[in-house]
């Protein structure tokens, strides 16, 4: 599991990791190359020290890779590590692996999610991520509560921007009958929920209440851009985890057996609209 405060730095670290071994170098025969010592070029590949243009280009130079895709696919990489997006404006105001989570979302092509506790974070209205906030943070102030949804509003972009993010979304049906602080709040947002799961890069699915399948909790499966893999975020009491590997094919498979208990979209759109009108 990666710890998601360097989730970008510690890509780039593995990446270097094996042009080095695949090189039969050592960390200090790289070192003596680039003009640091061998412990520094293992911090570089833990993820622990910023890799700067020149010093990746030494070590590209140093392990003969002439492959003109996998350099670029470093260099890519490198980038995107030290790169500075609209969250950065957050930093002081939400948990750091909440900036590469954003991070992600806007690298992201395809996100898949299971939701059983909160109705989806990029499909919340602000009103309803506002008195959500409130009940689950009842001691936070309210420039707090003013950031995180702001914070929320600018991540939902990746549904609307020009070249949208498919976001398919299975939810508890109980969700949907959870309401917030108000009735006109819950009634608005599921309004959005039936509205946005029109669009052609939105499915959304209910799990319906009355089958029990053992859902394991609320997590994502990201399909980044090349050259990133695909990553799962992972909702947990104690903070919130990127898996990949073993993990990620669990989530993968749990994923496709939870979508087989839901219902279709048509019907998960009816229902949505049913319970918007009992309200």
Known sequence: MLQQKKMRTVWLGQAIKELRESARLTTSQVGDHIGKNGSTVSRMENGE????????????????LTDT?????????????????????????????????????????????????YLPGLLQLPAYAESL?????PDASNLEIERWVEMRTQRQHVISRHRPVVLHSIIDEQLLRRKPEDTDTMREQLDYLAEVAERP??????????ICIGAPGSFELLTLVDPYPQVGYVATPAGDLCVESD?????????????????????????????????
């Open 49 to 64: 020290v910023s890799v700067p243009a020149h010093i990746l280009d030494g070590i590209i130079e140093v392990c003969g």
């Open 69 to 117: 895709h996998r350099i670029a696919d470093l260099t890519t990489i490198r980038r995107d590590a030290t790169q500075h997006g609209w969250w950065d404006g957050y930093r002081k105001d939400v948990a750091s692996g909440l900036m590469d989570r954003a991070w992600m979302e806007s690298k992201a092509i395809k996100i898949e999610a299971i939701d059983i506790t």
């Open 133 to 137: 906030m409130r009940l689950t943070f």
């Open 201 to 210: 890069n939105v499915e959304i699915r209910i799990l319906p209440c009355d």
């Open 247 to 279: 993990a990620l094919t669990d989530l993968t498979r749990e994923y496709a057996r939870i979508q087989q208990s839901c219902l279709s979209p048509d019907d998960s759109r009816r229902l949505i609209r049913s319970e918007r009108d009992k309200l």
